[in-house]
């Protein structure tokens, strides 16, 4: 198993660790932040994985997941900043 396999794995636990926030989080914001940890966390695996089996699909994947989330994360936002 090499290094990459490792931190992949860890990032797996991570992520886990995100989800639970984003199920348990007392408030929308809460979730919203463990929602965009996670992604994230995702986009990082995503790249290690493309650096492991040299692939280049999936650095280009994770940049699409990238853009996606962020702009999930700012229409989340807004509509949060509206309700309030």
Not at 44 to 68: F, H, K, P, R
Request: proline letters at 2%; zero cysteines; a negative charge.
């Amino acid at each position: 198993m090499n290094i990459f396999m490792i931190a992949a794995i860890l990032m797996a636990v991570f992520i886990s660790i995100a989800l639970i926030r984003v199920v348990l989080g007392p408030k929308t914001p809460d979730r919203v932040v463990g929602l965009d940890t996670a992604n994230m966390m995702v986009i990082a695996t995503m790249i290690l994985l493309g650096a492991a089996y040299e692939s280049v699909i999936l650095i280009d994947v994770a940049i699409v997941y990238a853009i996606l989330a962020f702009v999930t994360t700012l229409y989340i936002s807004k509509y949060l900043e509206d309700e309030t």
